[in-house]
């Protein structure tokens, strides 16, 4: 059974200041996403990550994949509280997903 | 272009009570797949549907049932409801031999159930 666990599942930090969320799953896969949730509201997604170190950016969210490693991380770079949501890891095979249960973020001014 | 579109968004039933849960998949897209979003929890897999069949089920149990309509839009269902199915459903779409990356999810339906 794949599973997937994220860290930490809580997380509040500063803005301005820079972080990394884990993500280890258990079996081999060839794909690995990252989605963000905002409370009350449905799952966007950020990332796909097709291949071993594969790194994808997109403002101050970066994200990378070692499948050798099963991991996947996120870093936040100089965080702002707009990116307080809670953001979920999913792989899997056959297209049907398996999902960590996500890391909370909250950013404080 | 809308998206996915989920029916409705906030619900309450009682227990032993049954419900259905509708959703529209994006246009251009021809395959649905539901999950189930316990509070602080990921969104868990239910199924899949394809050409009016289901394809893949996670482990939910038979209470559990769907539909696909011939415009690709989908119904959930759920009999004899219990307590510890108040989560959020969602519904995501995408075209079919698309991974993950094509999927589209709805805002979601609410269900409590009391």
């Known amino acids: 059974e794949l599973k997937v666990e994220q860290n930490p599942l809580f997380l509040s930090m500063q803005e301005g200041k820079n972080y990394t969320i884990y993500c280890n799953y258990s079996?081999?896969?060839?794909?690995l996403y990252w989605y963000r949730q905002d409370p009350g509201k449905s799952l966007e997604s950020l990332f796909v990550?097709?291949?071993?170190?594969a790194v994808k950016q997109e403002g101050r969210l970066m994200a990378s994949l070692d499948t050798k490693a099963r991991l996947s991380t996120l870093h936040i770079t100089a965080a702002v509280h707009d990116l307080s949501a809670t953001y979920f890891c999913a792989t899997g095979g056959s297209y049907i997903p398996t999902f960590g249960r996500g890391t909370s973020l909250i950013v404080h001014p | 272009d809308a998206g996915v579109t989920q029916s409705p968004t906030h619900l309450i039933k009682t227990r032993g009570q049954q419900v259905t849960l509708r959703c529209s998949p994006k246009s251009g897209h021809d395959t649905v797949s539901w999950y189930q979003q316990a509070l602080g929890q990921g969104p868990q897999f239910i199924f899949q549907y394809y050409e009016e069949e289901e394809r893949q089920r996670g482990n939910f149990p038979d209470r559990f049932s769907g539909h696909q309509f011939p415009n690709y839009s989908s119904e959930l269902n759920v009999n004899a409801l219990l307590l510890g199915d108040s989560a959020l459903y969602l519904c995501a779409s995408r075209s079919y031999g698309q991974g993950l990356h094509g999927y589209t999810f709805g805002s979601g339906t609410r269900l409590t159930v009391v």
């Open positions: 990550l097709l291949s071993n170190g």
């Open positions: 079996t081999t896969s060839d794909r």
